[in-house]
């Protein structure tokens, strides 16, 4: 009698093997069902038995590197004018809870890194020695998250406003530059590879 296999070990056993062609599993499905958290600890615990159905949808990595980039360029501008409106906000003669809308805001910059660093690892993999997507830009932004910091602590919203409208603006606009470039040389990598026969 086979001894049952989880799905973690079942995925690392099948994607080593996708790695070598350059894809990775993007979707599972377990007798039909699909199961959208299938990297989550509790899914990957799962045993499966012998009458169990697994179907699962691969995606070229480079691929998935190109859509995240296009998520983070489309999300960048939305993070700037979710910053002017929380400026706008704290200039304004009621401040509405301004901790709060700021720890939002906060809480969608680091995504937006989480993001951009699933697109680096991601390039990386298809062979893109990758470009400085988070150093430089991720560094601009800390810096300004610290002033805007500062500024909430001492109840300064004049100064936390200036910062997020100035600074925190001018530092997504130049990460954004260099995502819009670093895209390009994804797309220029995808180009030149031999398209894969299904």
């Not at 893109?128 to 560094?139: K, M, P, Q, R, T």
Request: net charge negative; proline share 4%.
């Amino acid at each position: 009698m086979n001894a049952p296999i989880t799905i973690d070990a079942l995925l690392s056993a099948v994607e080593p093997v996708l790695g070598q062609s350059g894809r990775i599993v993007t979707a599972l499905r377990i007798n039909g069902v699909d199961e959208p958290a299938f990297r989550e600890r509790d899914i990957l615990e799962r045993s499966l038995v012998g009458v169990d159905e697994i179907d699962l949808d691969t995606t070229p990595v480079g691929l998935m590197a190109l859509q995240a980039l296009d998520d983070a360029l489309r999300f960048l501008p939305v993070l700037a004018g979710e910053a002017r409106v929380v400026a706008s906000g704290l200039r304004g003669a009621h401040v509405d809870e301004p901790r709060k809308a700021i720890g939002e805001l906060a809480d969608n910059l680091a995504l937006m890194a989480a993001l951009v660093h699933t697109a680096d690892l991601w390039a990386r993999q298809v062979g893109l020695a990758g470009g400085d997507w988070l150093g430089e830009d991720v560094a601009a932004v800390d810096r300004v998250a610290g002033a805007i910091e500062g500024a909430v602590g001492a109840e300064d919203w004049v100064t936390a406003a200036d910062a997020l409208e100035y600074d925190l603006s001018s530092s997504l606009e130049a990460w954004q530059a260099r995502l819009v470039e670093g895209r390009g040389q994804v797309q220029a990598l995808l180009s030149a590879l031999p398209v894969p026969v299904a």
